[in-house]
């Protein structure tokens, strides 16, 4: 069963108006491959932007986090609702810079990721480990545990991707080699089919993430259970083009 190849884009905390602009331009002045899924992650305060401004039909829009409940008194947060009234159609839960520095919980993340389905959005459910937990030996145990705290209050798989982002490896240039990004995944998949089923595991879209780029995105095309790439840094520059072209 063949999985689409999935290419997201996490700005994180940079960009201004014009930037945000002239980055969606690479994506817009380009022949993007139909059959890749590409969904870029803009701050929040320039959502509506971005959806204004991207014309291509195979790039969607996500937020990077949102709250787990509707409007009302949480100031500073965003609600799933808002994210669609702007237009996008996806967001990014429990990112590992949202778990290590703002401190979200497992059953937090877990909680946004129920209620953005709720809403109709459809989520990247970022997992990993931090270089600690890799050195213990406890990298499964803790993309188990992450991932445990959703299955259980989630049944539905659909509309989810997850993305596999070692904590060592993001925005460190040190990119998981192939080889040990194939094995965790595998793995990870394997756990999700004592949780979720076999059926929905083996649909599920599993991506890599951490320093991704131009280059060593080939380096991952024959890696079965790797689906594609959560990108950080190369995702603001025009070399997130050559990395959605990766599997050409
Ligand atoms: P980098 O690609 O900058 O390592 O970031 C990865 C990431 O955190 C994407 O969510």
Redesign the pocket.
Known sequence: MARQFFV?G?F?MNGTKESVKKIIGYLNDSDLPAQVEVVI?PPALYLGLAVEVNTQKTVAIAAQNVFDKDAGAFTGEICPAQVKDLGATWT?TG???RRTIIKESDEFVANKTKFALEQGLSVIL?IGETLEERKAGITLDVCARQLDAASKIISDWTNIVV?Y?PVW?????L?ATPDDAQETHKAIRAHLATTIGEKQAAEVRILY?????GKNAKEFKDKADVDGF??????LKPEFVDIIKSRL
Do not use: P, R
């Open positions: 997201g996490n994180k992650a990014l990112h590992s810079e970022c993305a982002e490896a993001i925005g460190t240039g990119a993430g951490g320093s991704v780029n959560l990108v950080g840094g190369a995702s």
